[in-house]
């Protein structure tokens, strides 16, 4: 079978994330979006097609949607041009035409398929990435006083420090430095080059490439983009208390995010000043910064 990866249908909606590249480019589990889903479609049997040489059999799948591939199979072997939705009525791909609202029938699936529209999606997406790694690989550096359970994979030239303690399932890139007494869990990939300093802790989220996590910072649930810089004592609330979902502004308007925990979204270039504190569902705009003790309420965009 054979598929187009298209562009995304709501790239802004995605800021600051996007803001400084395409929904594509950004990683999961430390793969940029497009490349990992290439990857997951070839080694499903798919082969990737350019628009030039695409046939009425050909599968279009904008990249902006996670997709189990079983829902994919369903859609090539029906004999009819074809919509995919998922329950909640998403369209997630389609085959016939290069409108979709030509298409015949209307497929409705089940399976763990949604699209990746707001940053929250891509954190939701990570986890979904990271829950499939079966193996630990540790390339790096590991401190025999370091605490390392789950699965694991650390890049080469990387090293955790001492008192370090690491639940799986976390993937870290080359060359970063972890601890000492840092605490990781939760989903969590980071990628190269990064420092995660004494004391601090990341839970569930995803943190691009040279960025530097301050002594005594919380990261939870948070997507942190390259260069970004937190002081010390830096930390993202992700828990409401009257256990309700978070909501977080998107061009304006307040957007139900559907998860019980969500922290932040920091943009590149980003420096916090120490003891920041950052309401949940925050988001801050490319090289904005932070006074000390600042409490971040409302975006910075």
């Known amino acids: 079978m054979q598929a187009i990866l298209l562009p995304p249908r709501f790239p802004a909606y995605c800021s600051p994330i996007t803001a400084n590249r395409d929904l594509g480019a950004c990683p999961i589990a430390n793969l940029p979006m497009k490349d990992l889903l290439t990857a997951e479609l070839i080694r499903n049997g798919f082969e990737i097609v350019t628009p030039e040489t695409a046939t009425p059999r050909t599968l279009r799948i904008p ?12 859609l090539g072997r029906n004999p009819e041009s074809a919509r995919l939705y998922d329950s909640d009525n998403n369209l997630l791909a389609w085959k016939g035409f290069e409108d979709p609202e030509s298409c015949a029938q209307k497929i409705v699936t089940e399976a763990d398929c949604f699209p990746v529209r707001y940053p929250w999606d891509i954190l939701r997406m990570n986890e979904e990435v990271l829950a499939m790694m079966d193996e630990t690989s540790l390339l790096g550096e590991v401190s025999p006083l370091a605490t390392i359970s789950g699965c694991v994979r650390l890049g080469k030239g990387s090293k955790i420090l001492a008192g370090t303690v690491i639940e799986g399932p976390v993937l870290i890139g080359p060359n970063s430095q972890i601890g000492p007494n840092a605490y990781i869990r939760g989903a969590t990939s980071i990628g190269s080059n990064c420092f995660v300093g004494n004391g601090a802790e ?6 691009y490439n040279n960025s530097y996590i301050s002594r005594q910072c919380y990261v939870g649930d948070s997507i942190i983009c390259t260069h970004v810089t937190l002081g010390a004592g830096t930390c993202t ?30 943009g590149d270039g980003v420096k916090t000043g120490v003891n920041t504190s950052l309401e949940a569902g925050v988001k801050i705009g490319v090289a904005r910064t932070t006074k000390p003790g600042s409490y971040i309420s409302h975006d910075l965009l």
């Open 63 to 74: 990249i902006d949607n996670w997709i189990e591939t079983g829902a994919l199979v369903m």
């Open 202 to 207: 990341v839970k569930n989220s995803i943190i």
């Open 237 to 266: 609330e992700n828990h409401r208390h009257d256990g309700r979902h978070h909501t977080s502004v998107i061009q304006g308007q307040p957007v139900n995010t559907g998860r019980l925990k969500f922290g932040a979204v920091i």
